[in-house]
């Protein structure tokens, strides 16, 4: 078992940024690939982007490619998602995710699942 918990998330205005943190525990983390997503009001939850386990190779959406960044640090059992030039339209519930293989942006492929931190983005 992984637990994932996530934080990080808030108010910001339009153009901001924000650090979303999301901490492992449990079995050996950089055994995982990580992947953030993310859930808008009234709609499905969607792909953000994703990390491999331990070279940190990385794969975005188009939509947030150039201004959210992903990472990692295994000694600290985090993974991170930096995002830049926030636009409302960003506003929603981020979840992070854990796997144990390659990237990818398929939600049934991950096998656990933290609670979300919400952000809200304003114009």
């Known amino acids: 078992q992984v637990q994932l918990v996530e934080s990080g998330g808030g108010l910001v205005q339009a153009g901001g940024s924000l650090r979303l943190s999301c901490a492992a525990s449990?079995?050996?983390?950089?055994?995982?690939?990580m992947g953030w997503f993310r859930q808008a009001p009234g709609k499905e939850r969607v792909f953000v982007a994703s990390?491999?386990?331990?070279?940190?190779?990385?794969y975005y959406t188009d939509s947030s490619k150039g201004r959210f960044t992903i990472s990692r640090d295994n000694a600290k059992n985090t993974v991170y998602l930096q995002m830049n030039s926030l636009k409302p339209e960003d506003t929603a519930v981020y979840y992070c995710?854990?796997?144990?293989?390659?990237?990818?942006?398929?939600?049934?492929?991950?096998?656990?699942w933290g609670q979300g931190t919400q952000v809200t983005v304003s114009s």
């Open positions: 995710a854990a796997r144990s293989g390659g990237l990818t942006p398929f939600q049934y492929q991950y096998d656990y």
């Open positions: 449990g079995r050996t983390f950089s055994g995982y690939a």
């Open positions: 990390i491999t386990s331990t070279d940190g190779k990385t």
